[in-house]
């Protein structure tokens, strides 16, 4: 299929799907007489668990290593679990650290909510700044 049907089809613009060709993550492409480019039906799932993939987080480089070599389709079974496994455990540690801000700013609004009307919020920074400390 030539690069407009496949940029249709995935809705993704020709450039974005010219820049995966260009970085090896689809693999090469062949051109027909006129020289345009022709894909083979398979490229359109590549670049699905492409987009997939970074809206799951995983970068360029992560996605590299979850695309067989010229974009033929995921890799081996291990590769594909160890490179989701670790994904889970950076989210995860991303969880931790949302869930500790997350406190961090309830304790910061209660304690200014807590301010008396017309009072200046940084009077009580001392008790905001020691019970951050506390919690981080």
Do not use: W
Request: proline content about 4%.
């Amino acid at each position: 299929m030539k690069i407009g049907e496949l940029a249709q089809q995935t809705g993704l613009a020709p450039s974005k799907i010219r820049f995966y060709e260009a970085e090896g993550l689809i693999g090469t492409v062949d051109r027909s007489l006129g020289g345009y480019r022709q894909y083979p039906a398979r490229t359109k799932k590549v670049l699905e668990l492409i987009m997939l993939a970074q809206q799951a987080g995983f970068s360029l480089a992560e996605i590299r290593k979850l695309v067989s070599q010229q974009g033929k389709g995921p890799v081996g079974h291990d590769v594909m679990l160890a490179g989701l496994r670790k994904k889970l455990a950076e989210v995860e540690v991303l969880q931790k650290k949302l869930a500790e801000t997350r406190a961090s700013l309830r304790l910061v609004i209660e304690r200014i909510e807590n301010t008396p009307p017309g009072g200046d919020c940084f009077e009580c920074t001392d008790g905001v700044l020691e019970d951050l400390r506390g919690k981080l």
